[in-house]
């Protein structure tokens, strides 16, 4: 019905930078909030960035400064420019979609497979 399609993870050395795309498809009448995610081995997952229908963002703490979250509504796709890589920011990356259907009527949350971005040297 709905799936979120991930792309441009890898491996990067620290301080440099890397530019995460998530492409929504299916029937879908509008996406409210979409939001970056990610999970360390052994680590709960936790809320990087979001951004709003409207533009609003958000930041978790440990990201604030270095990367930035936009998305383009037109093409149902959300991004994420990471910049200045720490070793820390080594997880894998999942996007999500809060996701309205053509005739549902309500909102329902869609989760991307995920993408590993690995920062070594």
């Known amino acids: 019905q709905v799936q979120l399609v991930e792309s441009g993870g890898g491996l990067v050395q620290p301080g440099g930078s890397l530019r995460l795309s998530c492409a929504a498809s299916?029937?879908?009448?509008?996406?409210?909030?979409m939001a970056w995610y990610r999970q360390a081995p052994g680590k709960e997952r936790e809320l990087v960035a979001g951004i709003t229908s409207g533009g609003s963002t958000n930041y978790a703490d440990s990201v604030k400064g270095r990367f930035t979250i936009s998305r383009d509504n037109a093409k149902n796709t959300v991004y994420l420019q990471m910049n200045s890589l720490k070793p820390e920011d080594t997880a894998v990356y999942y996007c999500?979609?809060?996701?309205?259907?053509?005739?549902?009527?309500?909102?329902?949350?869609?989760w991307g497979q995920g993408t590993q971005v690995t920062v070594s040297s």
């Open positions: 299916g029937s879908i009448f509008s996406i409210n909030t």
């Open positions: 999500k979609s809060e996701v309205v259907r053509y005739g549902w009527g309500r909102s329902e949350d869609y």
